[in-house]
């Protein structure tokens, strides 16, 4: 059976999980993702890209969009991996993914996993909820899901490969 309590490795790479959304998501301090990442760090959503370059490119467009962007930690799990769930919220004072500034507030929810390794984020894999942005942005045409996503493309994001954050 498990331990109940945490180890100092775990409690560790929760401080770098808590600090990396301290100083990113809340402080948009973006020039320091190289510090958070690792060489050859695996990034699980195919539109970011690896060793937190995507990422980076991605969050200067999002601070854009939501320049009061805030995330709070709900839960935090420690084991071999992080599992964190945030709450975000901001205010859409910008163009996002071709959806003009609506100047709405908007809370966005996640789950996050983080492999970390000698201190270091080598794999970061999300589900966002990106139907409710939608929703609360009016920019979701009906609430007929079927209609609506009749013709759209599935993106799965792909599943590491041990070998890839070795």
Do not use: C
């Amino acid at each position: 059976m498990p331990s109940t309590k945490g180890n100092s490795n775990e409690e560790r790479n929760k401080t770098i999980i808590r600090s990396f959304i301290y100083e990113i998501f809340n402080g948009h301090n973006l020039l320091s993702i190289e510090k958070y990442f690792g060489k050859g760090s695996v990034e699980g959503s195919p539109q970011a890209g690896n060793e937190g370059k995507g990422f980076k490119e991605f969050l200067t467009d999002f601070f854009i969009a939501f320049p009061d962007w805030r995330a709070n930690i709900e839960h935090m799990i420690a084991e071999d991996n992080i599992v964190v769930f945030l709450n975000g919220t901001g205010t859409h004072k910008g163009v996002f993914h071709g959806i003009p500034p609506t100047n709405k507030a908007v809370n966005i929810r996640s789950a996050d996993l983080y492999r970390i390794k000698n201190g270091i984020i080598i794999g970061h894999w999300d589900v966002v909820d990106q139907l409710n942005l939608l929703k609360q942005t009016d920019t979701l045409i009906s609430e007929d899901i079927k209609k609506e996503f009749k013709n759209a493309k599935v993106v799965w994001i792909r599943d590491y490969d041990e070998s890839e954050v070795s």
